[in-house]
């Protein structure tokens, strides 16, 4: 399996920015590589995936157009900017990939094999 470990969470005000980045080591992402969170007392959701071979991505409806994933390959990272950052955006940011059941949508928590440890970011009001 592949090692994943994100950073660049933290505490921001809303309307505020914060990009997270998530970097590989072991071997290179495969398939997608994929942002999800968990809030308190909720189940994990998916946020945004990119291809890692085409760069196509792919993003949860409640993110679009303020949230950004991106890759760089030579770096075997993948980045997350958000912008225009809601309270209700507090959760642990996970970065997952590694398809162990690659028939499952990119959408779907169970797709995955690889998983970071979270990085926190909380958004106040």
């Known amino acids: 399996q592949v090692q994943l470990v994100e950073s660049g969470g933290g505490l921001v005000q809303a309307g505020g920015s914060l990009r997270l980045s998530c970097v590989a080591s072991?071997?290179?992402?495969?398939?997608?590589a994929t942002w999800f969170r968990q809030a308190p007392g909720k189940g994990r959701e998916f946020v945004a995936g990119i291809s890692w071979s085409s760069g196509n991505t792919v993003y949860a409806d409640s993110v679009k157009g303020r949230f950004t994933i991106s890759r760089d390959n030579a770096k075997n990272t993948v980045y997350l900017q958000k912008n225009s950052l809601k309270p209700e955006d507090t959760a642990v940011y996970y970065c997952?990939?590694?398809?162990?059941?690659?028939?499952?949508?990119?959408?779907?928590?169970?797709?995955?094999?690889?998983w970071g440890q979270g990085t926190q970011v909380t958004v106040s009001s």
């Open positions: 997952a990939t590694d398809p162990r059941r690659p028939w499952l949508p990119v959408t779907s928590e169970d797709r995955y094999a690889s």
């Open positions: 072991g071997r290179a992402f495969s398939s997608y």
